[in-house]
Each structure stands twice: as C-alpha cells, then as structure tokens.
C-alpha cells in the first residue's frame, strides 16, 4: 500500500510504494520498470524497483551491475516512458544503489500518467516481492 507523504524541502508531495520504517537493505516492495539508454542507439540498461515517486522525480533501487548512466528513459509499459536525470546516487549494498531521479521535459501529463498506474500497481501488490531485491540481499 502506497503512502503519501510531503516532506520539508520538497516541491510535490511523494507517494512511498515501501514502509519508509524499513532500511532500504531490508525492502521487499516497490514496482518494477524498465530502464533504456538515452542515446541514438537506445537499448535496454535492466530493470529497477521505483520505491517512491512524485510529479517532479523518483527513486530507483538498481543492481550495481548494471551501470546506470546520468541519463536515461524510464519505462513501466509500451505506453509510458518518462526522460529522467540521475540527481544522487547512494550504495545500499554491494549488490545495490539508490538514485534519486529529476524527470526531464515539460510533459506533465504523461508524468501524471506513470504516477497513477504506478500507485494503482503498488495497491494491488499488497505482498508481492521482486526478484532484484531478494536476490541483492543474499
């Protein structure tokens, strides 16, 4: 179950698709998207589990091995894909990174769009648990 929260220097309010008690280390829920390079060539980077989100960014829990660059696309469907800039990165683990992403353009609309489904995901994944995480906390 998501939970809403706005924080003190923050500009949007946030949806946490995680108990914000928990260390990230220990995580178990968030929704799976998709990450693609930003270049001529495209081309898939792997996939992360977004554990918040807000009109203005979100953050990504990603392996290690995967070498997320600055910039990229973040994709949960065919549908929606949101340009995004790395703002922060922080190590969880030896397996694991955060990033605390700032979306890039002006569409607010198709921002809007991914945050709804990905709030509609995250409620009706009560219990689910994702591959990246589990096998990162082995």
């Not at 769009?113 to 994702?130: G, T």
Request: with cysteine; net charge positive; proline share 3%.
């Amino acid at each position: 179950m998501p939970y809403l929260r706005q924080q003190g220097g923050r500009q949007f309010y946030r949806w946490y698709f995680y108990d914000p008690a928990q260390s990230l280390e220990r995580q178990t829920k968030g929704i799976s998207v998709r990450l693609l390079r930003d270049s001529l060539f495209g081309g898939e980077i792997g996939f992360a589990v977004v554990k918040d989100m807000s009109i203005g960014g979100c953050g990504l829990l990603v392996p290690t091995l995967d070498k997320v660059p600055d910039k990229f696309w973040v994709m949960y469907d065919n549908d929606i894909k949101v340009k995004a800039m790395v703002r922060y990165r922080k190590k969880v683990n030896d397996k694991l990174e955060f990033l605390g992403l700032q979306w890039l353009g002006k569409d607010y609309a198709v921002r809007l769009r991914l945050l709804r489904k990905l709030r509609r995901m995250a409620f009706m994944q009560k219990h689910d648990h994702f591959r990246l995480v589990a096998s990162a906390s082995q």
